[in-house]
């Protein structure tokens, strides 16, 4: 039996970055992975569908080119190429992640993992089994789609994210069920291919978890460029043909049958918790999920959850923050402090890009905060105009009581890189005084960022 000082099950991005920082502090450390390192973030997830999307900003730049004094013709795309390049970024990242385990002198074990208890686990490959043991356990075994009864994935005519990345053909009418950020990516995908969107969302607004004014900018964006939206609506049954399925859908406007050539379920994710052997533990799952203190600790003396796994927001950033935490406070490190859910930015890398950290406008005034709003449109801002990209806004949410920024929430050109400076300033607990007085260099699109702020406090000065 070989003997660490912490194991990790599961190399996604919480997982191998929780196994690199146990060895950097000196932990003798072992990381297990039953199919890819890098996890679905690196290899299905987060990173090849930006190498899929950035081909579709590609074609649509082509398609109106004439704006920028620039003739184009016969425009044409490749789809197997563009597939290829997105599974070439993934495979390079991928060999990046054992570089690095291997620079850090992590073991990495491949094969399934289970637990035996006692700070036992059992690992199985074509190999055999090994056994492992330590006194300290990270679960980092992410989470999968979640199906509906009567809507399971088939991987011909119905996708989950898989299948949607990889389609070897391109079909003339898609159904997205779920208007979360990956329904929304991939709806925004296919409708800059050319084919026929429509999103069924079961909940009254698109992007549910951002603000509400923010989420209806970007439903009108999205219906202007020719994507169908249902809101309040649900896809309750679905029957299939040779090469295409109708859905029902019932909505307040009543029932409507929608035939289309694919259907992508992005209804959410559930934890895997299957087979990992938590039933010889005392872990508590919840609805899919590990149940976890502030320091990802479960039930169970020595065994931790991190990631997907361990419930929402089940982001790639929010996991690796998590473990570099948990493992800090494994080793005994003082003076941290636990995660900050508040704190963890989203983004959606659709077309426009959306993107916002901290509380909504109306959760804020729900927690009965007083507050000042702040909005900047894009429209009012040089770079933006000369880039062709002047739709979009910046919205700011400050506590009126102690200028605290409690949210910022923006619709727009590159508003998933602007986002990290109202993210810098929350972890500093900046109030509006430090955000006013901060200098943003001139033509850019951040700017807006300190005009959002301006305008909160009735000082903007471009609108």
């Not at 208007?179 to 009254?204: K, R």
């Not at 009543?254 to 992508?264: A, D, F, K």
């Amino acid at each position: 039996m070989n003997t660490y000082d912490l194991i990790v099950v599961g190399g996604g991005p919480g997982g191998y970055v929780a196994a690199i920082r146990a060895s950097q502090l000196g932990m003798k450390t072992a990381l297990v992975e039953r199919e890819h390192l890098g996890g679905i973030c690196l290899n299905w997830g987060c990173i090849p569908t930006k190498a899929l999307l950035r081909s579709a900003e590609v074609i649509d730049q082509i398609r109106h080119a004439d704006r920028y004094g620039v003739s184009v013709s016969g425009l044409e795309f490749d789809l197997k190429k563009i597939v290829a390049r997105s599974r070439g970024v993934a495979g390079t990242l991928n060999k990046g992640v054992g570089h690095l385990l291997k620079k850090n002198k992590v073991d990495v074990y491949s094969g399934h993992a289970q637990l035996k208890g006692g700070g036992q686990l059992e690992v199985s490959s074509d190999k055999g089994k090994e056994e492992l043991a330590s006194n300290s356990i990270v679960l980092a075994t992410g989470a999968r789609a979640r199906s509906l009864p009567g809507i399971e994935p088939d991987g011909k005519l119905v996708w989950t994210y898989k299948e949607a990345m990889t389609p070897e053909s391109l079909p003339k009418s898609l159904l997205v069920m779920g208007a979360g950020a990956i329904g929304i990516e991939f709806a925004s995908f296919y409708n800059s291919l050319g084919v026929e969107v429509t999103v069924v969302e079961a909940l009254d607004q698109i992007l549910p978890i951002e603000d509400a004014e923010i989420a209806a900018l970007a439903d009108k964006a999205f219906r202007q460029k020719g994507i169908r939206i249902l809101t309040g609506a649900r896809v309750t049954e679905l029957r299939k043909g040779a090469d295409s399925v109708v859905a029902v859908v019932d909505s307040a406007g009543g029932r409507e049958e929608i035939e289309v050539e694919r259907l992508i379920s992005a209804v959410g994710v559930v934890g895997n918790t299957e087979n990992i052997g938590l039933e010889n533990t005392r872990a508590e799952v919840e609805r899919s999920f590990i149940q976890v203190d502030e320091w990802s600790q479960t039930a169970e003396p020595g065994l931790y959850a991190i990631g997907d796994v361990a419930g929402a927001p089940c982001l790639a950033h929010k996991a690796s923050h998590e473990g570099i935490i948990c493992v800090e406070k494994i080793a005994g490190i003082e003076g941290l402090t636990p995660l900050d859910k508040g704190a963890v930015p989203g983004c959606t890398y659709s077309s426009p890009q959306v993107a916002s950290v901290g509380l909504t406008e109306a959760k804020a005034l729900e927690q009965g905060y007083k507050v000042r709003v702040g909005r900047f449109p894009f429209k009012a801002n040089g770079k933006a105009i000369a880039l062709g990209e002047p739709e979009g806004l910046v919205k700011t949410v400050f506590d009126d009581k102690t200028g605290e920024l409690l949210g910022a929430h923006m619709i727009g050109p590159e508003v998933t890189e602007m986002i990290q400076g109202y993210v810098v300033a929350r972890q500093l607990e900046t109030t509006e005084h430090e955000l006013m007085h901060t200098i943003f260099a001139h033509p850019t699109l951040s700017e807006s960022m300190h005009e959002a702020t301006l305008d909160a406090y009735g000082k903007a000065l471009h609108i």
